[in-house]
């Protein structure tokens, strides 16, 4: 890790989902040149993932022909670690690239939530978009016992890849109530493009139970799950199972856009009418300004697309279309909201933090997440807390919104390159060391 | 381009779909990836590069994420287990 290279664009984009695919392509058919970087081997974020080389068309395919066709340049396998100034430090396999623009698009997309509960660290237990981006990344699950729990719509998506990947699905445990998944599925009803996907959902899945009121309460096993107690209408049950597949729908990855200065509400980076983040030049697109689903992601990124490239006036008829998706995303957001029981599923001896090994009933007695931090290492593995400190924010109320760079670990070779780079541009980097 | 890749988890001979990741190499395996600090094992879990839980070396280099970076023929994977 010791070599360091330099690019500079007019509009850099950070996160090749949906949203930084469409922001990049549309900076780019106005003009601008354009850089596309992502920590992915593969450019399609967590929903496009693996669609790049599908044989059968999808939503993603005329993104997909559009980036090839496009003069963007993709650096894949890249991980932004550092922003200042109108300058990008990321790191890639064999050193570093720092990498200069005029205007910046964050589409950093966002990340599971996860709760612990006694035994969430045995091997075979994953995230529910965890198993689905293991199965899309070439995971064999043909004859395997899949149990999904957890919230959201995500956890359809995944029984459905699961079965078509010839998996024995057992079931899905949904927390919140029947009640409100049918409000929300009529709410759905109103954007086209969702009745269409729900209508072929429902066909993949049938047969497989869907539970309502129901979480898991514990995976058990020796040295990988081997059955899962569930609770279900009030009563408790346990189910065999080969591998467990939960998650507490999605949080938004912000860390980027807070080291970068742009003002959070509520978790969420503020963005004006452009998607501009409150701070000058830098834009922010997808689930990281709110969990709204690929459609909206879509259009947010066309429209930063726009507007980084100089051409607000292409933007404007796109405006109504994301209004549409907002109140969707207020709509999903109502919907899988969290039910208090909740917090009272990890007994006191389970792992809060995985990357230090950190009960929870350890890192609670401290009161804050900056003491539990400062007393018990929770939050200071390489996972900087993405895990822990967001299920402490649910579990506990904790506030775990400092960051500081490098907001990934990194090689001391790395930190160093970002050194002279603040120096290159006259601005102070000089607290990291 | 071939349908699969072969690698070695641990010295032992795997063979993965072409484009799978090292995650999937070592879950194919039946390895883990690490022991904890505690000395519990650990497996792939967010499939996406968040949780570090499949970091293991890969070609010498220790603490690659598993779930980030694609098997390419021959390649030496070691984990803890």
């Known amino acids: 890790m010791d070599s360091s290279t330099h690019s ?23 003009g601008a040149t354009v850089g596309l970087i992502d920590d992915n081997p593969t450019a399609g974020g967590q929903i496009w993932r693996g669609e790049a080389h599908k044989t059968e068309r999808s939503a993603a395919t005329p993104w997909f022909e559009r980036l090839v066709r496009s003069s ?9 670690f550092y922003v200042d100034d109108g300058m ?9 690239r720092t990498i200069a623009y005029r205007e910046l698009i964050l589409a950093t997309g966002a990340r599971e939530l996860f709760l612990p509960f006694p035994g969430w660290t045995l091997p075979n237990v994953f995230g529910a978009g965890g198993l689905q981006a293991l199965m899309k990344s070439g995971l064999p699950v043909a004859g395997k016992r899949i149990l999904i729990a957890g919230t959201g719509p995500l956890l359809l998506a995944v029984a459905a890849y699961a079965r078509k990947c010839g998996a024995d699905v057992l079931g899905i445990c949904e927390q919140t109530t029947m009640r409100k998944m049918m409000r ?9 493009s969702k009745v269409a996907d729900t209508i072929r959902l429902a066909w993949a899945l049938r047969g497989i139970p869907h539970w309502t009121n129901s979480w898991p309460l514990a ?11 569930i609770v279900r209408d009030g009563e408790g049950h346990e189910i065999k199972c080969d591998y467990l597949a939960c998650g507490f729908h999605l949080i938004p990855n912000v860390e980027l856009a807070r080291l970068a200065g742009c003002q959070i509400e509520d978790g969420f980076v503020e963005v004006d009418a452009w998607q501009q983040t409150s701070v000058p030049r830098i834009y922010c697109v997808g689930e990281p300004t709110s969990i709204g689903g690929v459609e909206m992601a879509v259009v947010e990124g066309r429209i930063a697309g726009c507007a ?11 405006l109504r279309a994301r209004e549409k998706y907002a109140r969707f995303a207020r709509e999903l957001k109502d919907a899988f909201a969290l039910r208090h029981e909740l917090k009272a599923i990890a007994e006191p001896d389970t792992l809060l933090c995985r990357c230090e090994d950190v009960p929870l009933e350890r890192a609670r007695a401290f009161g804050s997440w900056r003491a539990a931090k400062l007393q018990t290492r929770c939050g200071m593995g390489p996972c900087q807390g993405r895990v822990c400190g967001s299920a402490a924010e649910f579990l506990f109320g904790w506030g775990t919104d400092s960051v500081r760079p490098p907001v990934f670990p990194v090689e001391c070779a790395s930190l160093a390159s970002i050194t002279s780079m603040g120096s290159s541009t006259g601005s102070s980097t000089g607290e990291l060391i | ?20 990741t090292v995650a999937v190499a070592i879950l ?7 022991f904890s600090v505690t000395g519990h094992p650990r497996a792939p879990f967010c499939g996406m590069g968040t949780c570090f839980e499949c970091r293991s070396e890969i070609n010498g280099q220790p603490h690659r994420r598993g779930c980030q970076i694609l098997c390419e023929p021959g390649m030496n994977i070691q984990s803890d287990g």
């Open chain 1, 8 to 30: 500079h664009f007019d509009v850099v984009v950070v996160g090749a989902g949906p949203a930084g695919i469409a922001a990049a392509v549309t900076a780019s058919d106005c």
């Open chain 1, 72 to 80: 963007v340049k993709k650096i894949h396998g890249a991980r932004a």
């Open chain 1, 88 to 96: 990008l430090a990321a790191e890639i396999a064999d050193g570093t």
């Open chain 1, 184 to 192: 929300f599925a009529a709410g759905a009803a109103a954007i086209p």
């Open chain 1, 219 to 229: 995976a058990l096993g020796n040295e990988r799950v081997e059955r899962v107690r």
């Open chain 1, 308 to 318: 980084a490239a100089g051409h607000r006036e292409k933007a404007r008829p796109l």
């Open chain 2, 1 to 20: 381009m071939p349908d699969t890749v072969t690698v070695r988890v641990n010295g032992r001979a795997v063979t993965v779909p072409a484009g799978a």
């Open chain 2, 28 to 34: 194919a395996a039946g390895a883990i990836s690490r």
